[in-house]
Nanobody, 124 residues
Framework: QVPLVESGGGLVQPGGSLRLSCQGY????????IGWFRKAPGKEREAVSC????????LYGDSVRGRASVSRDTAKNIMYLQMNSLKSEDTANYYC?????????????????WGQGTLVTVSS
């Protein structure tokens, strides 16, 4: 089983919303800082959000601040990324990642584990 599996992507119109999920397998997401990243064709990888393990610190990238929120469901071992007021420039493959360091905090200094991602396309 792949340790991190993302879901929830799809086609959405500008101004719409999506909730992306990052399911952890084989380890508890609560024990690690988990970041959301996105990669669009021809663009550099961008940090979208990060939630720390030990102190609950949350960071958001400048391009999504005010439109994104992250949360954890400890019982389900899932981390969510809620994206609102989506824009065409939000189109990208979104994936979650961790540095695999117990008790780590944001921002992530190194990505050691990540999923395959879920594709978000914002278009009318």
């Amino acid at each position: 089983q792949v340790p991190l599996v993302e879901s929830g992507g799809g086609l959405v119109q500008p101004g719409g919303s999506l909730r992306l999920s990052c399911q952890g397998y084989g380890f508890s997401l609560d024990n690690y800082a988990i970041g959301w990243f996105r990669k669009a064709p021809g663009k550099e990888r961008e940090a979208v959000s990060c939630i720390s393990s030990s102190n609950g610190k949350i960071l958001y990238g400048d391009s999504v601040r005010g439109r994104a929120s992250v949360s954890r469901d400890t019982a389900k071992n899932i981390m969510y990324l809620q994206m609102n007021s989506l824009k065409s420039e939000d189109t990208a493959n979104y994936y979650c990642a961790t540095d695999s360091v117990v008790g780590s905090t944001c921002p992530l200094q190194e990505l050691r584990l990540w999923g395959q991602g879920t594709l978000v396309t914002v278009s009318s």
